[in-house]
Nanobody, 123 residues
Framework: QVQLVESGGGLVQPGGSLRLSCAASGRTFSSYSMGWFRQAPRKGREFVAAIRGSGSGTFYADSVKGRFTISRDNAKNTAYLQMNSLTPEDTAVYYC????????????????WGQGTQVTVSS
């Protein structure tokens, strides 16, 4: 069993930054790939970024490349999403998830999910 808890969401002005954190339970954190997804009002869940267990491989949606950075600290059982140059289109509930599968850019690859944290970008 893996339990995930997101934190760090909030209200930020356009052009601002936030860093989301995802704290994971268990002793096998490094064996899981970690992903971030988001869901805007009236829209489906969208892939944002993912990172391999070792941290050596990362993947990003085109909409966030160059602005968002995914990272992890396996010693702390924590994954992060640094979000810069935020726009109102980034407003959504952000979820972290853990996957034991090879493909990690699809929602169906993830078995464990956090509760989500709200990010609102508005002036």
């Amino acid at each position: 069993q893996v339990q995930l808890v997101e934190s760090g969401g909030g209200l930020v002005q356009p052009g601002g930054s936030l860093r989301l954190s995802c704290a994971a339970s268990g002793r096998t954190f490094s064996s899981y790939s970690m992903g971030w997804f988001r869901q805007a009002p009236r829209k489906g869940r969208e892939f944002v970024a993912a990172i391999r267990g070792s941290g050596s491989g990362t993947f990003y949606a085109d909409s966030v490349k160059g602005r968002f950075t995914i990272s992890r600290d396996n010693a702390k059982n924590t994954a992060y999403l640094q979000m810069n140059s935020l726009t109102p289109e980034d407003t959504a509930v952000y979820y972290c998830a853990a996957s034991s599968l090879l493909i990690i850019t699809l929602e169906s690859a993830y078995k464990y999910w956090g509760q989500g944290t709200q990010v609102t970008v508005s002036s």
